[in-house]
């Protein structure tokens, strides 16, 4: 197999997919135009099934696109009984205006058929190019590690020729073992991901990949042997950093050191998505808007496009870039509060997310990491995240708000309320978690005026409520990260233009979804039942298939 040169370009355009999707055409932000993508030969069959999805379409009707409905939402936490969408279109709640990108046409799943709910394994087969450490940062380029995600290493490598992020992750290979001083020093290695591992988190970040907001997937391939010096050196620099912080933080990856010959990584390259939220200074009202709000329409499109949960989106997993200058206060009109900041926002790592590209076919699987293989990451308490890992957890167990103690987390498949606990199902609550949790971040961590942050918490107030995972049993709360969307647009927060496409496109945008009903029906349609948004985070159970 023949192996690049030693000057390797990074920051090139990724692969367009062949299919076509709903909500294909996104802006990364309400600022930001992209052209159209023109349709090939190979996307008409599509097309003509979407075709037919827009004659369901009904005229979007909205009563008071700036105000918050004064009936009470529903008080229960319970689930309701959720019904698998065979018949008929699935409701599906998301969209902002934009530009046409599709998703992959990929249709195989990730795979654990021993364990309840099972997915059907993915292929694996594809023969990725084995490169060489020293092929991966030649002289002349610099790579920096800059983040550790779950099972994985982020570095950045750069050169004359642009900037990537590569995502580095052991695969199952023989390293050298620890000595006696690493052992007495408590150095711990982060276990290798199974092949089939990899293919399912690589299968979630092709389709997501152009979805707006998400991180742009360039390619990805092996790479065998021993270290370089500037591998081993920008190691060895982030661990003295992270010393410096937190003496008491164990280093979980093995140093390059003790990489061998036969020591394999699967290296994913993806675009350079800017700065972790841990490492931005916030420093504007503005941007906790833009920042929240970008990450609850994404979560949101995905949630809609492929039954998306990220499950792992603590302040490491999101990224910041400046993509223009803030507009000043004279410039702005109405009640908006989206889309001021200039900022760009970008979730990156799936190792531990769901997803279901073809949930409306029939026998279809998911594909979802089992988290029940490691329960340690539900009983550690070293980082603030852990708590939301409990939370996600427990509801999954007991379908409410009450969080299950760290000690009481150590029965793999434990019996809840719909049976053995299953991470293939669909539990768009989990976004919900993580997007609490990102607010009480970016409120704590803030570095700007007081009274900046305190106008964002005050006006924020009746949203904080319906997202406190510690809310009271009797207070509401939002089900999906769809329903934070609708909230934040019948509060007048995001703007009807910036939600919605041009009405030639054929997909669905947020604002139809918004005017159905629970039984599916528009406001045109008899019978059609006008309601506030469901905030409760009890899921609808889903019928057997």
């Not at 993508?37 to 009563?63: F, G, H, P, Q, W």
């Not at 020591?263 to 939220?277: C, I, P, S, W």
Request: hydrophobic share 35%; net charge negative; proline share 7%.
């Amino acid at each position: 197999m023949s192996k690049q040169t030693s000057l390797r370009k990074y920051g090139k355009q990724s692969r367009k997919p062949k299919s076509q999707r709903l909500f294909a055409e996104l802006p990364q932000t309400p600022i930001r135009i992209q052209p159209m993508r023109a349709v090939d030969d190979d996307e008409i069959e599509e097309k003509s099934i979407l075709e037919e999805l827009t004659n369901r379409i009904s005229t979007i009707k909205i009563d008071d696109e700036n105000s918050i409905p004064t009936e009470s939402p529903r008080r229960s936490p319970r689930r309701k009984t959720q019904h698998a969408p065979l018949d008929s279109p699935r409701i599906e709640p998301t969209k902002l205006q934009t530009p046409r990108v599709p998703s992959p046409p990929i249709s195989e799943n990730l795979g654990e058929p021993e364990q309840p709910d099972t997915l059907e394994a993915v292929d694996s087969k594809e023969d990725l190019q084995v490169l060489s450490w020293p092929e991966i940062c030649p002289p002349g380029d610099r790579i920096v590690k800059i983040a550790e995600a779950s099972y994985a290493e982020v570095y950045r490598v750069s050169n004359e020729r642009g900037t990537s992020i590569i995502k580095v992750i052991r695969m199952e290979s023989p390293i050298k073992p620890l000595t006696k001083a690493q052992q007495k020093l408590g150095l711990v290695d982060e276990e290798s991901r199974s092949e089939s591992d990899l293919m399912g988190e690589l299968k979630i970040s092709e389709w997501l990949a152009d979805i707006p907001g998400f991180v742009v997937y360039k390619e990805r391939y092996i790479v065998q042997g021993k270290t370089c010096r500037e591998l081993l050196e920008t190691h060895q620099a982030f661990h003295k950093k992270l010393k410096r912080q937190d003496p008491d933080r164990l280093q979980f990856y093995p140093s390059p050191s003790r990489y061998l010959d036969d020591t394999k990584f699967l290296v994913v390259e993806l675009g350079d998505a800017g700065t972790a939220l841990e490492d931005f200074h916030l420093e504007s009202a503005d941007q906790l808007w833009d920042i929240f709000f970008h990450v609850a329409v994404a979560l949101a499109r995905a949630e809609a496009l492929i039954e998306f949960e990220h499950r792992d989106l603590h302040e490491g997993n999101l990224c910041i870039r400046k993509a223009g200058d803030p507009i000043p206060l004279e410039d702005r009109e109405g009640s908006s509060r989206f889309g001021f900041s200039g900022l760009e926002i970008t979730i990156l790592d799936y190792g531990l997310s769901r997803a279901h590209a073809d949930y409306e076919v029939e026998g279809s699987q998911p594909i979802a990491y089992d988290l029940e293989r490691d329960l340690g990451i539900f009983t550690s308490e070293h980082a603030p995240q852990c708590e939301v890992y409990r939370r996600m957890r427990s509801f999954f167990l007991r379908g409410d708000r009450i969080c299950i103690p760290p000690e009481n987390h150590k029965k793999p498949y434990e019996e809840g309320i719909d049976g053995p606990i299953a991470w293939a199902r669909h539990e768009p609550y989990t976004n919900v978690l993580w997007l609490a949790y990102i607010y009480e971040w970016m409120v704590t961590n803030f570095k700007g005026l007081k009274k900046e942050v305190n106008s964002f918490k005050r006006l924020t107030k009746e949203l904080w409520m319906y997202l406190n995972p510690d809310a009271d049993d009797n207070v509401p709360s939002f089900g999906s990260a769809s329903d934070v969307v609708r909230f934040a647009l019948e509060a007048g927060w995001i703007e009807e233009d910036q939600l919605m496409g041009s009405r030639e496109e054929i997909e669905k945008s947020i604002l139809s979804i918004l005017t159905i009903d629970d039984t599916g029906k528009t406001p045109q349609d008899e019978g059609y039942a006008e309601s506030p948004i469901r905030r409760s985070p009890r899921r609808r159970q889903q019928k057997a298939v």
